[in-house]
C-alpha cells in the first residue's frame, strides 16, 4: 500500500526528492529509514500532525514533508554526502506516534519497497 520512488545517482553535494505514495487509506505517522550495505536499517525522518523528528546525522540536510490531501510524503535530500548511500524505505501506521518513537520499526503497519539512492562521484 505504499510506494516509494525518487532514488538514483548523484553527486556529492546534490540533492534529490524521494516520494512516497499511499493507496487505499490515509495514514497518521510517516517515517523514512534507510539501510546501507552491510548494516542495520536506521531511522532517518518520521512525520506525525503537529511534529516532525530527523536523526542527527540529516538535521539540517534533508527535509520531510507531506500531502495529507493525496495521501502521499516525501524526503527532499540537500547537500548530499556519500554516507546517504543506501536504500530508503517508507512506513507508515494509522497511530500518532509520539515523536520519540518515530525510530522504531516495529511502530509501523506498512512498508513500502525501497528506492536506491547512490552518492557517489
Known amino acids: 500500500q505504499l510506494q516509494a520512488s525518487g532514488g538514483g545517482l548523484v553527486q556529492p553535494g546534490g540533492s534529490l526528492r524521494l516520494s512516497c505514495e499511499a493507496s487505499?487509506?490515509?495514514?497518521?505517522?510517516y517515517a523514512w529509514f534507510r539501510q546501507a550495505p552491510g548494516r542495520e536499517r536506521e531511522f532517518v525522518a518520521g512525520?506525525?500532525?503537529?511534529?516532525?523528528n530527523y536523526r542527527s546525522s540529516v538535521k539540517g540536510r534533508f527535509t520531510i514533508s507531506r500531502d495529507n490531501a493525496n495521501n502521499a510524503m516525501y524526503l527532499q535530500m540537500d547537500s548530499l554526502k556519500p554516507e546517504d548511500t543506501a536504500a530508503y524505505y517508507c512506513?507508515?501506521?494509522?497511530?500518532?506516534?509520539?515523536?520519540?518513537?518515530?525510530?522504531?520499526?516495529?511502530?509501523?503497519?506498512?512498508w513500502g519497497q525501497g528506492t536506491l539512492v547512490t552518492v557517489s562521484s
Open positions: 487505499g487509506r490515509t495514514f497518521s505517522t
Open positions: 512506513a507508515a501506521t494509522s497511530r500518532t506516534l509520539i515523536l520519540s518513537s518515530m525510530g522504531s520499526e516495529d511502530a509501523y503497519d506498512y
Open positions: 512525520s506525525r500532525p503537529g511534529g516532525k
